[in-house]
């Protein structure tokens, strides 16, 4: 029996299968994709079909989608959880700049709690570790917004194993996210952490950017269930670990729907075996 429900920091219970929202935004996560109002309405649906975890981040427009968020939600359900991140810094569709400095990421919560119209962030993630900036720096600025009541949980992204172990000993972290999916699982070792310490891990790109449902193990486990191979995708995540806390992320109403509803794919003993063995870095299931 899989658990659909994450406590994510030991406090707020979720939905393991969320809702990411990158692609409300255009080509390189830059400025607007299409009409508002779809995003708005894609936004919506999403709660309504019962998802209780949102993620973005403060570059994702960059800042459109913290506001379309909250023209669409304000004010949120109270079981709503919503994840932004701080700590890049965007100046084209192709330029990502790291400032992990902690005045800036004071700043970048600020901004964003303002943005999203609350007084506090349910998970502030680190969008990536400043490599000039001491570590203990950038989670101590995090651990004073926490103390300050504007972060709730504090999470990081795209991290190994041995940075998240070591970023354990000067915060709580609750939530990770690193690149992982079906095809794509060299971070096991972080995700091993993670189950030990009950950490969340939001996989991001876990359709492998779209490649997984053009991935012929997928299309073959999928046409025997009846189901897309993306649906298959995702519920191999669900499968694979209960931390897993997938956000996959659409403008489309038509794929929100699919999305989702791969939380009621069944994968069997023998489906995940077939599945396992897709990546060069099989790992045994949890």
Same mark, same amino acid.
């Given at each position: ?132 900036? =001491?570590? &203990?720096?950038?989670?101590?600025? %995090?651990? +004073?917004?926490? @103390?300050?009541?504007?972060? /709730?949980?504090?999470?990081? !992204? ?89 956000? =996959?992320? &659409?403008?489309?109403?038509?794929? %929100?729907? +699919?999305?989702? @509803?791969?939380?009621?794919? /069944?994968?069997?003993?023998? !489906? ?15």
């Amino acid at each position: 029996m899989i658990d659909h429900i994450f406590p994510l920091g030991g406090d707020l219970r979720v939905r393991r299968l969320g809702y990411g929202t990158a692609q409300l935004t255009g080509p390189g996560y830059w400025g607007p994709r299409g009409d508002p109002a779809d995003a708005v309405a894609v936004l919506r649906r999403a709660v309504e079909r019962g998802v209780t975890l949102i993620d973005t981040a403060d570059n994702y427009g960059p800042r459109l989608a913290e506001e379309l968020i909250a023209e669409a939600l304000h004010p949120y359900p109270e079981h709503l959880v919503i994840a932004t991140k701080g700590g890049v810094v965007r100046t084209s569709d192709r330029a990502w700049h790291i400032d992990g400095r902690p005045e800036h990421l004071r700043a970048a919560c600020e901004a964003s709690l303002k943005r999203l119209r609350v007084d506090t962030i349910d998970l502030y993630q680190l969008h990536r570790l400043d490599p000039g900036i =001491p570590p &203990t720096e950038q989670l101590g600025a %995090l651990g +004073e917004l926490r @103390a300050e009541g504007k972060i /709730r949980h504090i999470g990081l !992204d795209t991290v190994t194993a041995e940075q998240l172990a070591e970023a354990l000993t000067s915060a709580p972290v609750a939530a990770m996210q690193n690149r992982y999916h079906l095809r794509d699982r060299v971070s096991e070792p972080l995700l091993t952490l993670c189950e030990e310490r009950g950490i969340a891990f939001l996989p991001w790109f876990p359709l492998g950017n779209g490649a997984l449902t053009r991935d012929p193990g997928c299309v073959s486990v999928a046409a025997a269930h009846g189901v897309t191979p993306g649906q298959v995708a995702l519920a191999w995540l669900l499968h694979r670990s209960p931390v897993l806390c997938p956000t =996959p992320g &659409t403008g489309s109403p038509a794929h %929100l729907e +699919e999305n989702l @509803a791969a939380a009621a794919v /069944r994968l069997t003993d023998g !489906d995940m075996t077939r599945l396992d063995a897709l990546s060069p870095r099989s790992a045994p299931r949890a």
